[in-house]
Nanobody, 115 residues
Framework: QVHLVESGGGLVQAGGSLRLSCAAS????????MGWYRQAPGKQRDLVAA???????NYANSVKGRFTISRDNAKNTVYLQMNSLKPEDTAVYYC?????????WGQGTQVTVSS
């Protein structure tokens, strides 16, 4: 199992920016995808953005044009640049690596956007 460590969350005003990082403890070669999910209180955990193994990138409609996901394969790290943040972006953000037979999750990092 790969250990994932997220960082970069915090409190920001609406319209501001944050950059999340997720470092994997080992190689993520052979994984199906690596990305970010988020979960707001009382809601289900939803995909925010992911980089698929073939290079395709998926974004949730609600973050398109505002968030950018990127990956540094040499560092086994994925980033999420979040711009023009809105109060509805407030959630715990989880890093995810999807494998053929399992999903690895980070511990989550809180992002709070004040209005």
């Amino acid at each position: 199992q790969v250990h994932l460590v997220e960082s970069g969350g915090g409190l920001v005003q609406a319209g501001g920016s944050l950059r999340l990082s997720c470092a994997a403890s080992g190689s993520i070669a052979g994984s199906n995808a690596m990305g970010w999910y988020r979960q707001a209180p009382g809601k289900q955990r939803d995909l925010v953005a992911a980089i698929i193994s073939d290079g395709r990138i998926n974004y949730a409609n609600s973050v398109k044009g505002r968030f950018t996901i990127s990956r540094d394969n040499a560092k086994n790290t994925v980033y999420l640049q979040m711009n023009s943040l809105k109060p509805e972006d407030t959630a715990v953000y989880y890093c995810n690596v999807e494998w053929a037979d399992r999903n690895d999750w980070g511990q989550g990092t809180q992002v709070t956007v004040s209005s």
